[in-house]
C-alpha cells in the first residue's frame, strides 16, 4: 500500500528544525522502511510502497536549496488526440521547471492522475492535490511543524500524538450529510481535491487549480457521433494506460460500467491477464449474476462468484482494518475485503479495477434535466421534442406531465443544497450535541452554479462539490491490494462534463451515450439492462446474537463517554433484544460501526476480545 509523509517547517526556526529531524528519525525508526524523494529547506517528504509507472515519486530536479521538490503518486502525460495513450510523466528538466513556474497550474492542465505535489520556490512552499482527489492529502500540526499524510494510520502509530474524535463534527456530518470540508478529527484538516495550499512568511491561501464548471462550459459536443466516439476513445485510452504497468488483473464485475471496463481492459495494448469476481445477495435485486455470466463469456474471460458474507463481529479481522479519517463501514467490508484478497492472492494479481463513480460520471438519473438544458443551451429548436420525449419515456410519464416541471426547473439551483438529512438519529444525540449543530455555509466554489452553467450539468458535476467519490471510509485491511477507479479519472470525468446531458442520456437511457459507445463489444441484454444491483446484508442476526458484547461496547464506550450519545435511550433499546424493532436495529449497527471506529482511532487492539473469543 502506498504512502507517504511530507514535514514542512520555518527552517529558520531552530525548534521547528530539531522537531522535523526528530520526526524522520522516529518514522525511520519504525518497521516501515521510508524513502526520501526530495530534503530541502523547510521541507523533507517521504514516500513508502512505491514501485515505478505505478506509485512512485516524480522529483522536481531541484537547483537550490529552497527550490524543487516532488510529485508523489501516479502522474500521466494527457494525451493530445484521440486514440492515444497516456504515457508515465517522467519529468525533463524543461517540463520540471515549467511545474515550478507555473506554481504547479500545469499539472492539472497538461497531466492525469493521482497525485499529491510539495514543491518549493524561494520563501514559497506549495501543496497540491490532483483535481478528483485520488491519493489524499491531510494534515496536522506537531510543535511548529505541519505534517502532511496519505493514511491516517501513520500518525495514529505515534505515541506522542493525540487524535480525538470532534463529535459535534460527526454529529454535523450526520445531520447534514457528507462534507468534504472537514474532518471529524481534532486538529486534523483535509486538502481537497483540485486545491492548492500557497504557504508563505506572511500566512497562507488557498485556491482551486481545476473547475470543473469551466470545462464544462469550453469546447461543448453537441453531435452525437462525436461524443459517442470521444467517449468510447477516452474510457479506452485511460484504461490502457492505467492497466500498462500490470499483466494480471481482476475485475470486479456487476453491472453496466464494470462490464465497460472488462471490455476495455479486453482491449488494451499491454494484453493483461484477466480475471472477474462478482458477489451477489440472497434477494434477486442483489443478483447479476445472468448478466455478469454474459459479459465474461463474450470476452472469454474466468469468473469466481461468491454469496455476500453474513456481517459478523469479527475482532480478529477488525484489528486488521486500517484506521480512517472518517468513520468507515467496517461491519460491511469485513468478510468482504477477505473473500477479495483471498482471490486475488490465489490469481496473483496485482491490481482490481472497479466501476466506482460510473453512475454519476456517465450520467443515470437525469429526469427532466435533459429539456430543461436543451432549452438553456440550444434554445427552441425541433431537436427539443425528442429530448423531451426520451425524458418522458425514461421516468415512464406521459410528456404533458412533466411539461409543468420543465418549465419550472428552468430557473434551477444556484448552488448544492444544505438540506438538513432524516432526524431518526435525535432522540438518541446529547441535547449539548444538538445544539451545537447548525446548518454549514456552502464555501466550496464548485457548490456554486456558475453563469453560463445550466441546471443538468451543475447536477451532473455536484457529486465533485459534495465529497460523493470519497473512498475515505472504504478501510482495507492492512497489506490489501490496490484499487482503480477509472470513471474517477480525469481524462473521463473531463470529457464527460462537456458533453451536454440530453446526450449522456441518449435513447432515454441512464448511461444511456455509453451504452451507444460500447454496444458493439457487449451482450445486447447486457447494454440495454435497465435494473440496478443493491446488497445490503440484514443487520439483525449480528445484533442478536452478540448484544451482550454490544452491550458492553455501546454503554462503556466512547461515544458515551464524549457525550455524543444518549446513554438512557441505549439502555432502552436493548432491554429486549428480541422486541427490538428494525429502526432500532438498524440504530445500533450505524452507531456501533462508529463506536468501533473511535476506538481504533484511540489506538485500541480488541486483544481482549480477540483472545477471549467473545464474538
Not at 443538468?456 to 462539490?465: D, Q, R, T
Amino acid at each position: 500500500m502506498y504512502r507517504y509523509i511530507a514535514l514542512i517547517w520555518n527552517a529558520e526556526d531552530t525548534k521547528a528544525d530539531a522537531t522535523a529531524d526528530f520526526l524522520s528519525d522516529y518514522f525511520n525508526a519504525e518497521e516501515t522502511i521510508w524513502e526520501v524523494p526530495y530534503d530541502g529547506a523547510g521541507m523533507r517528504v517521504l514516500q513508502t510502497g512505491g514501485a515505478r509507472r505505478r506509485m512512485q515519486a516524480y522529483p522536481l530536479y531541484p537547483h537550490q536549496d529552497q527550490q524543487g521538490g516532488v510529485v508523489l503518486g501516479k502522474l500521466l502525460h494527457k494525451a493530445r488526440r484521440l486514440q492515444a495513450i497516456s504515457q508515465n510523466a517522467d519529468f525533463t528538466v524543461p517540463e520540471a521547471r515549467q511545474v515550478l513556474q507555473t506554481e504547479g497550474q500545469c499539472l492539472a492542465e497538461d497531466y492525469w492522475g493521482a497525485y499529491v505535489a510539495f514543491f518549493q520556490t524561494a520563501s514559497r512552499k506549495y501543496i497540491l492535490v490532483d483535481p478528483m482527489g485520488g491519493l489524499g492529502c491531510f494534515c496536522l500540526v506537531y510543535r511548529g511543524v505541519e505534517i502532511y499524510f496519505s493514511a491516517l494510520r501513520d500518525m495514529a502509530a505515534c505515541d506522542f500524538i493525540d487524535l480525538s474524535v470532534d463529535w459535534t463534527g460527526v454529529a454535523q456530518k450526520l445531520n447534514y450529510g457528507q462534507g468534504r470540508t472537514d474532518v471529524p478529527i481534532n486538529g486534523v484538516s483535509k486538502i481537497l481535491p483540485g486545491q492548492r495550499l500557497v504557504l508563505t512568511p506572511d500566512g497562507r491561501r488557498a485556491n482551486f487549480c481545476w473547475d470543473p464548471q469551466q470545462i464544462a462550459q469550453s469546447d461543448i459536443i453537441y453531435d452525437m457521433d462525436q461524443a459517442v466516439a470521444l467517449l468510447r476513445h477516452t474510457i479506452l485510452d485511460t484504461v490502457a494506460a492505467l492497466a500498462a504497468p500490470y499483466s494480471r488483473i481482476v475485475q470486479s464485475i456487476g453491472g453496466l460500467d464494470s462490464s465497460i471496463l472488462l471490455a476495455c481492459l479486453r482491449q488494451a495494448p499491454s494484453a493483461p491477464e484477466l480475471f472477474c469476481i462478482n458477489q451477489y445477495g440472497d434477494s434477486r435485486e442483489g443478483d447479476e449474476r445472468y448478466f455478469v455470466r454474459k459479459t465474461v463469456a463474450h470476452m472469454d474471460v474466468p469468473l469466481v462468484e461468491y454469496q455476500a458474507p453474513p456481517v459478523t463481529l469479527d475482532f480478529q479481522t477488525l484489528s486488521e482494518m486500517s484506521v480512517t479519517s472518517t468513520p468507515p463501514f467496517y461491519l460491511f467490508l469485513m468478510q468482504d475485503r477477505r473473500v477479495v484478497n483471498q482471490y486475488m492472492t490465489d490469481v496473483r494479481a496485482e491490481v482490481m479495477f472497479n466501476g466506482f463513480g460510473g453512475d454519476e460520471i456517465l450520467y443515470a438519473h437525469g429526469f427532466n434535466f435533459g429539456p430543461i438544458d436543451y432549452i438553456k443551451l440550444r434554445g427552441l429548436r425541433p431537436g427539443l421534442v425528442k429530448v423531451i420525449m426520451e425524458a418522458a419515456r425514461m421516468q415512464r410519464r406521459s410528456v404533458w406531465a412533466i411539461l409543468p416541471e420543465i418549465i419550472r426547473g428552468l430557473s434551477g439551483p444556484e448552488s448544492v443544497a444544505t438540506q438538513q438529512s432524516s432526524t431518526w438519529s435525535h432522540a438518541f444525540l446529547t441535547p449539548e450535541i444538538l445544539a451545537l449543530v447548525t446548518a454549514p455555509e456552502q464555501t466550496h466554489p464548485w457548490s456554486h452554479r456558475a453563469a453560463g452553467v445550466p441546471p443538468g450539468k451543475f447536477n451532473h458535476l455536484s457529486p465533485l462539490a459534495t465529497g460523493r467519490f470519497d473512498r475515505e471510509g472504504f478501510a482495507p485491511p492492512e497489506h490489501s491490494h490496490s484499487t482503480l477507479h477509472p470513471f474517477l479519472m480525469q481524462p473521463v470525468v473531463e470529457a464527460c462534463l462537456r458533453i451536454p446531458v440530453w446526450l449522456l442520456l441518449a435513447d432515454g437511457k441512464g448511461r444511456g451515450l455509453a451504452r451507444k459507445a460500447f454496444q458493439q463489444d457487449l451482450p445486447p441484454e447486457v447494454v440495454w439492462r435497465t435494473s440496478k444491483s443493491a446488497i445490503y446484508p440484514p443487520s439483525k442476526p449480528l445484533i442478536q446474537e452478540n448484544i451482550d458484547v454490544i452491550r458492553g461496547l455501546m454503554l462503556e464506550g466512547e461515544m458515551v463517554r464524549g457525550g455524543f450519545l444518549r446513554r438512557d435511550h441505549l439502555e432502552d433499546i436493548m432491554k429486549n433484544p428480541a422486541e427490538m424493532s428494525e429502526g432500532d436495529h438498524g440504530f445500533l449497527f450505524y452507531f456501533l460501526d462508529m463506536e468501533l471506529w473511535a476506538r481504533k482511532l484511540k489506538g485500541e487492539t480488541f486483544a481482549d476480545f480477540i483472545r477471549s473469543k467473545v464474538a
